[in-house]
Every structure is written in C-alpha cells, then in structure tokens.
T-cell receptor, first 111, second 114 residues
C-alpha cells in the first residue's frame, strides 16, 4: 500500500513568516514529488516539482527532498494571506502514470 | 497560458443515470488522466490514457467507468449507471510525458448523484 502522509493542520502562521509543510511517503521506489495548492472548492494547482535530494527554489517557495528519510517538504517564505489554502503533496513512481496524493495540510496565514 | 478545461462545472443526475464528463487537455500534451475527490477526502487516481488506450487504472475504475478520446481535442469520462457514492469532484489532468512529468489539472466537474 503506497501511502503519502501529511499533517492535516491547520497550520497558522503570521503574515511575513515562513510556513513549513511536511510530507512523508512509504514507497522507497518513489522518484518524483510534487506540491500542489488547492483553494476550497477549486482544483489542485501545481506549485513545483522536485526529483533530486536537496533543495529546489522557485520564488518564495522552496521544496526539500530527502529520499533516505522518505521526506519531502515545502517552505513558503514571506507568507501572504493569499497563500491560505490546502497544500497537497503528490508522489509518483517512474514508469507509472498515477500520482498518489496526501490528504493535504491546511495553511492559514493571518494578516 | 495553456490550460485544461472541463465541462460542465456542475452536473446533477439521478441514481442509475449515465453521465459524461468532458475535458479538453492542453494541446501538446500526450497523457491524460482522471482523478476524483470526494468531499473532504484525498485526490484519488482513476485512470490514465495514452495513444487512445488506457495505460493504467485504479480499483475504483470498474466496469461502470469508461474513457474515450472521441476527437483530436476532447477526452471524456463516462459513468454508465451512477451511484450515490459517485458524488465527487472529478478532475481531468494532462502531461507532456509519463512518470515524473508534471500533471496539470482542470477546474473540475462537481458531480452530484441524487
């Protein structure tokens, strides 16, 4: 059973702070990792992907991957109220098409 | 910016009726997917489609479900005889390639079965 686990939250941070979102996965064969943002009643919106151990930065977002610990995280710097949403971690094994999603972490950024 | 589109945005149907959900993937993408999300639950994979064939499907995707690419742009999900438990958001997604390629999601169709 391939599992992707996330703390459901809510995670509350003040505006301007760093939000740290975490995800663990059970399948050691997983090769590709994705973060999506989902506003209530809307579809998942891709934030970024990460494939190699280490950090990957894109604007205010940094994804971190540690395959040995089966752990992927997303840091949001200078959090804004508009970042308030549910953040979904998705994991994929190469040669397979399907993404396994976590249940998401709800982030609240307070003005 | 290219995007995945889906119609209708909301579909209400009676139990036992057939529904067809429609999607137009991003034009240069080759792989197409359907996912569903029951209210308050995880996004779940249903099926992937490539080169006019199903390439992978989940245990949810039983004989009541089918997919089709009827023309060069549309990708459809048909549910033959809807059940109450089919009520969910259905998302279409597409990607340029398989495996580790990024998947882009459409806005979804909310299906309500009464």
């Amino acid at each position: 059973q391939k599992e992707v686990e996330q703390n459901s939250g809510p995670l509350s941070v003040p505006e301007g702070a760093i939000a740290s979102l975490n995800c663990t996965y059970s399948d050691r064969g997983s090769q590709s990792f994705f973060w999506y943002r989902q506003y209530s009643g809307k579809s998942p919106e891709l934030i970024m992907s990460i494939y190699s151990n280490g950090d990957k930065e894109d604007g205010r977002f940094t994804a971190q991957l540690n395959k040995a610990s089966q752990y992927v995280s997303l840091l949001i710097r200078d959090s804004q109220p508009s970042d308030s949403a549910t953040y979904l971690c998705a994991v994929n094994q190469d040669n397979f098409n399907k993404f396994y999603f976590g249940s998401g972490t709800k982030l609240n950024v307070k003005p | 910016e290219p995007e995945v589109t889906q119609t209708p945005s909301h579909q209400v149907t009676q139990m036992g009726q057939e529904v067809i959900l429609r999607c137009v993937p991003i034009s240069n993408h080759l792989y197409f997917y359907w996912y569903r999300q029951i209210l308050g639950q995880k996004v779940e994979f249903l099926v992937s489609f490539y080169n006019n064939e199903i390439s992978e499907k989940s245990e949810i995707f039983d004989d009541q479900f089918s997919v089709e690419r009827p023309d060069g742009s549309n990708f459809t999900l048909k549910i033959r005889s809807t059940k109450l438990e089919d009520s969910a958001m259905y998302f279409c997604a597409s990607s340029e390639g398989t495996g580790g390629y990024e998947q882009y999601f459409g806005p979804g169709t909310r299906l309500t079965v009464t």
